[in-house]
DNA sequence: CTGTTAGCGCATTCAT
DNA sequence: ATGAATGCGCTAACAG
């Protein structure tokens, strides 16, 4: 006897229904040799029995799942942006859509896209969009594309945006306005992204004879957590800097906060950049100006480029640039010389 | 010999180490009675290897996955910003996140997260977190929680939000303003939501003694494709309504945009409000004055309901209620009489 | 047309 | 302390 909390399994429809399991297997797959009057009675019993095949037993057997795998470090403005133009990729592709979410702590667990990767490739998912990993090498040879990858060359295909030029013009912005004193909150180190950041606001700097000055790095690691600290140090300095150049929208918005704690006006004492454009840079007050990197188009064509690799394996990697933009809104401010 | 593509198993991890899968799986799941020196020669190997289990085959055998699942018909802004609630409450429980999406076309597929459902849970998931799903009965004793329920009591515990006060809320709001001629477009009939924000406008009306005029009311089913059509026939009327009152934010922007097709001006000559209070709400123009829902916090509740009742199973079946606010932005405007 | 058999990758008895 | 054997729910040969 079964009991009650346990699932539908084909067995149960089989004994229902008095076939086997194959049979069963074969009208839920549609496939063909089966009678008519048993397909209809055995349909009959699963529609009764409200069986439906589990996903998990059903990919471990045929390696094949028409689902596509999504692996984030976890669900903040960012990733859910991307979402969206992923959804919007998927639909009418025949394939589904599962997200697997870390657990926010980047830091503390390096490589677990690794593990992810490891348990859905190959098994759950036909092929993999990895979301800013830790880790270059994934050591697979299953589908994957690459999101904002890991700093170095990717044997992998990647989908990125101009960062280095987005980040050139968002300090040249600042500059611009009259600041001399410009502070940088950087990224996570290990991505590329914020390697290039950074390197676009040195370059700016220096194109425009103002120089570098490393007092006024620190790291944000493109979370809130880890920005404030930062954010307090740099702003409390003897000399501190005019303006902010936060490596993306998240800490941006972390800096207005912990500016405007300190009773710290923005813009009129402080003008501060992001990058991004998530929707919640509109939102803060003031709002934020920001370099937009199109979010939802990144997740539309890695997934796009990773259906095209599921399809066609033998493919050399594709390397997505998309372009970036100033997006001007309220928080930054001409230096009153 | 393996092929290259394939994925690694445990099976090769044994090879290698020279030690039964048994003993691999000890190590790799911290069991007791495994002696010091295989036990790191087996991790050796295993990091050697890169080798991790897979999530599929585990789930299967093991029946506890500690992972929650969560069902969205589509990812859109409103199920978007409810996982980030989901993933702040996840933080530290031990749970994991997997979401799986839909692929938007709900008429199409009535029932399709109870197949979902059936295919995660109890192999997948140790639990399911259902969002605006199109059946009541979902024929399962797995923990299930419901955002959003369908029409119709629910045995399941439920997060919802005071629909039927916010939308008293807003056609007051309307009234207020001046507005006698009032159009409604209407939610997904099958959903509770939208059945109550109906009711409300209606209460609302009839309350203050305007009345209910049926040619006032289209149905949009809270997507932008649904909504223009039904927006543009109350714009095209003889007699148009003054203001339209939309049954969530995505249909209200959209009839926003057909108003402006249309040449009418928002809010000069027609005013609209949505509910719900997306982040895209605030952004568009002229900006929307909607019924915040905080759609965060019915993540958030839901999932922690979720977690609750995966560790105690024999609960009664609680019934959330979020409160509603209105937020007043650049939409609606009082009629110049 | 249908049933029997054999695994998919893994965890878990039961032996040893 | 370790290995062999069994089965999770299912699909894909192979028989009949």
Redesign the pocket.
């Given at each position: 006897m079964r009991k009650a909390q346990?699932?539908i399994?084909?067995?149960d429809v089989a004994a229902e229904a008095g076939?086997?399991?194959?049979?069963v297997?074969?009208v839920?797959?549609g496939r063909y040799?089966?009678?008519p009057d048993?397909?209809s009675r055995v349909q009959a019993v699963i529609d009764d029995l409200g069986y439906e095949?589990?996903l998990v037993?059903?990919s471990?057997?045929?390696h094949r799942t028409s689902v596509i795998g999504i692996i984030v470090p976890d669900l903040e403005p960012f990733s859910t942006e991307l979402l969206k133009g992923a959804a919007r990729a998927i639909h009418s592709t025949g394939y589904e859509l599962i997200v697997c979410a870390g657990d926010g702590h980047v830091g503390a667990q390096v490589g677990w896209e690794r593990r992810y990767l490891s348990r859905l490739n190959g098994?759950l998912a036909d092929g993999t969009l990895l979301v800013t990993p830790t880790v270059v090498d994934v050591a697979h040879n299953a589908p994957v594309v690459v999101v904002d990858p890991h700093a170095g060359a990717s044997p992998l295909p990647t989908v990125a945006s101009q960062n280095l030029e987005g980040a050139m013009t968002a300090t040249d912005y600042l500059i611009g306005l009259g600041h001399r004193r410009i502070g940088f909150i950087a990224g996570r180190p290990d991505l590329e992204s914020a390697r290039l950041r950074e390197q676009g606001y040195l370059k700016a700097l220096e194109r425009s004879g103002i120089g570098f000055d490393p007092g006024l790095v620190r790291v944000g690691e493109y979370t809130r957590e880890a920005t404030e600290g930062p954010a307090h140090e740099l702003l409390e300095m003897s000399d501190p800097p005019t303006a902010i150049f936060a490596a993306n929208d998240v800490s941006a918005i972390a800096t207005m906060d912990v500016a405007q704690s300190l009773g710290l006006s923005v813009p009129d004492d402080l003008s501060v950049i992001g990058f991004d454009n998530i929707l919640e840079s509109a939102l803060s007050s003031p709002s934020l100006t920001t370099i937009d990197q199109s979010i939802q188009e990144m997740g539309y064509e890695a997934t796009r480029l990773l259906v095209e690799l599921i399809d066609e394996p033998d493919q050399e990697p594709a390397h997505l640039t998309l372009p970036t933009e100033l997006v001007v809104r309220q928080s930054c401010r001409a230096v009153t010389a």
């Open positions: 346990d699932r399994t084909i067995g076939v086997s399991i194959a049979t297997s074969r839920v797959n040799g089966v009678a048993t397909s095949s589990s037993a059903r471990l057997r045929s098994t």
